[in-house]
């Protein structure tokens, strides 16, 4: 048995536990929570409560479909998709707790969505995004404290996505295993292309010289670390506390004689000493928790030298909001997206400039239709990996990752800073360009 | 008398309030308040001080000059300028309230400095920057509240600066009166094409199409509004506290046949109405004060449509501090630059997307270069028109922004918003530098 089959059931263990009405029921048919009298009064109150629920959405234009085939869509507009319930128990589940039981419900084949996955989670995204703010939803932002993800709950927390098995990602990921958003210089280039124009967009931000040394946090599957070390001539000591990804960068450095110019540490971000010239993490500082970004900036602080700068892409939002129970639970334990003044916990108390910051949320919602385009191709492959439930959960983590880019929910923060008063850097950004 | 001559009265009376130990002594050398017996404790006693203050900066490599030719230099490097003191009552002064004292003296005549006056400053603000951060700094950094920038307030801090002669301000700024920083596409570009090039690129930036609206906060003396309606074939109303700046603005308007497509509006932020697609402003939000921005924010997300998008311009600073209280008394009532952090307050509350934050701080040292190269081939015609005191004290003030924004102890946020969700944007920035 391989360590990533033992991974992956570990996920199934972990992410899903058994529904309480009972997946292995024979009938396929779950015994309904409900009674189901298909009497007039219950068909009232269903409508009513289905109405109510997508007026607390902002009335986004979607339509319910019923187990008995009657349809509910209560917006002016024509529905763009439908969600289609199999049973009356399923829809009060959705109803009474949606944010984290529509996910399940959908990952188990209880419900479906008659139309585009993404249009339809854009739909209800931009409808939520139009919505006047409310003085509870104020109250809940000042509340929020963020994930705990101390030392060993970041490891367990990182291991449960990343370490489900590098085959799994080899099947919708491009060839250099890039898990975050590309940059599609040209809209039309190919995942490819647009990753590899990705990594030397941030190389570039960096200005890098030869003999420079760099320290990245959350080094993935090793693309970045590598290509630093081949085509800009630095050295890299890159940190990861994913053990599958580490061992697959350090074979890569090895199989392509940068190992003495690339160091693949497997340790936690608060752990790194050491002196350099330039900080770069993609995609990392979303697993830290905002709670953490002192700790994180004082890391910067202990290791950039005085004319040191850095780059951090992370996914972020425009105001705190909690991640989604759903993904939170069953797809990225730990994550939270910052806010751009959180972010600055980062940089203020240890005086860094910020240089730049580049919303780049257009381009990730661009990389995830790649992904799912190529996951929907693997889906096959992928249940006979995992199961039917996993690539259903997958496909709605991708799809409603693709539509919160895409409809404005999600951001993608990719900010430039260096140490104060560092002038030795270019005046503009033109050079980017040329 | 003309309201020109007038106003430059106004700012001799109300920036210069007449020194106790007497400017107006026909001896010009003031009574000194401390007793001078030139004796050897008193020297002792004299470096001491002087070398406990420059440790206390962190050291910079400056001397001391003192009234009797005696020189300290407790810098292990060579200094790069000196101060010469020319009494000793000044040095008393300087010593123990120095962030006040020194622009009173130096404007006073009562000390020179002997050397670049940019490079002087700079080096102090390189020392500063250097220092490590203290626990007293960072206390003093919470307890940081801002101006009280009330609409009465407003008005007369703006009528202090900005009121004190459009005659003045054409002797050193560009032909087209823009009183921010300058964008240096080219480093060799003469101040007129750069500010020619800022006003572009920041056109650019809004992706502005014909036949849209513009509102523009603080508008200075017209030339953005201006090259608008006539470049951009968009209408625009541009609001203002400054008379003097809106009476010079609406002429332009009329000259230039522009006034049908152009409002100049003589009113605060506050009280703007109407709904825009693109908001503008450039170098007024240091005006506003920190504790204000969440009521800019408010004007900003009640005047911008649903695909508004926005451009501020400001001057900025890394950590939050206060304004130097000279500059703040004598140059610049209820000035301050914002953090990174603050200016979220402007886009957080009302769910603005954050797209590109520019730290522009480099071509505003290049602007003030020039600024204060014309202001000094102008000098004699600036004491004609007020005083030596106002020109040593404008190039005290044109020389230390130059040498913050060189050393790093200010920066220039250029900072682009939008609603959130708005799709109708270029996905990259390259067609900024095409």
């Given at each position: 048995m391989s360590p990533n089959r033992q991974s992956t059931r570990a996920w199934a263990r972990k992410s899903h536990p058994p529904l309480r009405h009972g997946v292995k029921d024979a009938s396929g048919r779950p015994k309904p929570l409900v009674p189901a009298p298909a009497d007039h009064r219950m068909w009232a109150v269903e409508r009513w409560l289905a109405g109510r629920f997508l007026r607390a959405m902002n009335s986004p234009p979607i339509g319910f479909v019923l187990w008995d085939g009657r349809e509910i869509s209560?917006?002016?507009q024509a529905p763009v998709a439908r969600v289609v319930f199999h049973d009356r128990a399923t829809f009060w589940k959705v109803m009474l707790d949606p944010d984290l039981r529509f996910g399940d419900a959908y990952s188990d084949g209880r419900l479906d969505v008659a139309g585009d996955l993404v249009v339809f989670l854009e739909a209800i995204h931009r409808a939520r995004a139009a919505a006047p703010d409310t003085w509870s939803a104020a109250l809940l932002r000042g509340l929020h404290r963020g994930q705990a993800n101390t030392l060993h709950g970041a490891r367990d927390n990182i291991h449960r996505h990343y370490d489900?098995?590098?085959d799994f990602y080899r099947l919708w990921l491009d060839g250099e295993m890039l898990y975050s958003g590309?940059?599609?210089?040209?809209?039309a280039m190919t995942l490819e292309d647009a990753q590899r124009a990705k990594l030397h967009y941030v190389c570039r931000k960096l200005w890098l010289r030869p003999g420079e040394t760099v320290v990245e946090v959350g080094g993935g599957w090793g693309a970045l670390a590598l290509l630093l070390a081949r085509d800009y001539g630095v050295t890299v000591k890159s940190f990861n506390i994913s053990r599958s990804q580490i061992a697959w960068a350090r074979r890569r450095a090895k199989a392509e004689g940068l190992d003495s110019r690339v160091e693949f540490v497997e340790d936690d971000y608060r752990n790194i000493t050491g002196r350099f010239d330039a900080l770069v993490s993609l995609g990392m500082l979303e697993h830290v928790g905002a709670r953490y970004y002192r700790e994180f900036g004082r890391m910067m602080d202990r290791c950039l030298g005085p004319t040191g700068r850095g780059l951090i892409q992370?996914?972020?939002q425009d105001q705190p909001t909690n991640t989604n129970p759903w993904i939170e639970r069953r797809i990225f334990p730990g994550a939270y997206p910052p806010t751009l003044r959180e972010m600055t916990d980062l940089f203020e108390p240890w005086r860094f400039s910020v240089l730049d910051v580049e919303n780049l949320r257009l381009h990730y919602a661009q990389t995830l239709r790649h992904w799912l385009q190529r996951f929907e191709a693997s889906a096959g492959r992928v249940?006979?990996?995992f199961d039917a439930r996993f690539v259903r959960a997958w496909r709605l983590y991708l799809a409603g990752s693709c539509a919160a880019f895409?409809?404005?929910?999600?951001q993608l923060f990719q900010v430039v800073f260096a140490r104060q008063g560092v002038n030795?850097?270019?005046?503009t950004r033109a050079r980017l360009y040329a």
């Open positions: 209560p917006s002016a489900i098995g590098d590309a940059y599609f210089a040209d809209a992370s996914i972020g249940a006979e990996m895409a409809g404005g929910a999600l030795d850097i270019p005046s």
